[in-house]
Nanobody, 123 residues
Framework: VQLQASGGGLVQAGGSLRLSCEAS????????MGWFRQAPGKEREFVSS????????YYADSVKGRFTISRDNNEKTVTLQMNSLKPEDTAVYYC?????????????????WGQGTQVTVSS
């Protein structure tokens, strides 16, 4: 599975961005999808994940209440709506899949991930 993320950009603090990730083929229905990020000089950090059916979601504490993850009906696309962005959200954002489920993504136990998209939040 190849994953292509898009939607990043430069935004002022308090602004919003919507990231999208399209899979090259429909993942199996039990494949979770999600996002992690990496800022310069820092470790990878889990952001959010969603189960194959979309009924279970996880968020990092740092983004709860500001970010919303969703996936479309044919499960080839996952989106991340990011509101109230902060400078500390600045990072390259990557989408990923995991057959083991959304909790596995939260632990960065990933099966596939794609090239990231840069998000820069200015103060």
């Amino acid at each position: 599975v190849q994953l292509q993320a898009s939607g990043g950009g430069l935004v002022q603090a308090g602004g919003s961005l919507r990231l999208s990730c399209e899979a090259s083929r429909r993942p199996s229905s039990n494949y979770a999808m999600g996002w992690f990020r990496q800022a310069p000089g820092k470790e990878r950090e889990f952001v959010s994940s969603i189960s194959g059916g979309g009924g279970t979601t996880y968020y990092a504490d740092s983004v709860k209440g500001r970010f919303t993850i969703s996936r479309d009906n044919n499960e080839k696309t996952v989106t991340l709506q990011m509101n109230s962005l902060k400078p500390e959200d600045t990072a390259v954002y990557y989408c990923a899949t995991a057959r083991a489920g959304p909790l596995a993504i939260s632990m960065l136990r990933l099966d596939y991930w794609g090239q990231g998209t840069q998000v820069t939040v200015s103060s």
